[in-house]
Nanobody, 115 residues
Framework: QVQLVESGGGLVQPGGSLRLSCAAS????????MGWYRQAPGKQRELVAT???????YYRDSVKGRFTISRDNAKNTVWLQMNSLKPEDTAVYYC?????????WGQGTQVTVSS
């Protein structure tokens, strides 16, 4: 059974930082591309960042220079370091793993950026 468990969300003031974690089980983690998505109220889910099995990364334009995705295959974990947070970053953040046509989602963790 595949499980992706996110943690690290919370309430932070604008300009602050959070580090999201996603612990995976039930997959050969090193073979999967990992990604973070987010969904704000009333909006569609959008891709935030991805990291391939070969450690190539991608970021959406609005988070470039502020967010960093990383992974540790020995710990079956992927992280999203979020700095200089803005109110528009407020959303539920979801972890995703993907290999070919196979993909799984975590349950999500809420990130709220507000003063």
């Amino acid at each position: 059974q595949v499980q992706l468990v996110e943690s690290g969300g919370g309430l932070v003031q604008p300009g602050g930082s959070l580090r999201l974690s996603c612990a995976a089980s039930g997959i050969i983690f090193s073979m999967y591309a990992m990604g973070w998505y987010r969904q704000a109220p009333g909006k569609q889910r959008e891709l935030v960042a991805t990291i391939t099995s070969g450690n190539s990364t991608y970021y959406r334009d609005s988070v470039k220079g502020r967010f960093t995705i990383s992974r540790d295959n020995a710990k079956n974990t992927v992280w999203l370091q979020m700095n200089s947070l803005k109110p528009e970053d407020t959303a539920v953040y979801y972890c995703n793993c993907r290999r070919g046509a196979s993909g799984y989602w975590g349950q999500g963790t809420q990130v709220t950026v507000s003063s």
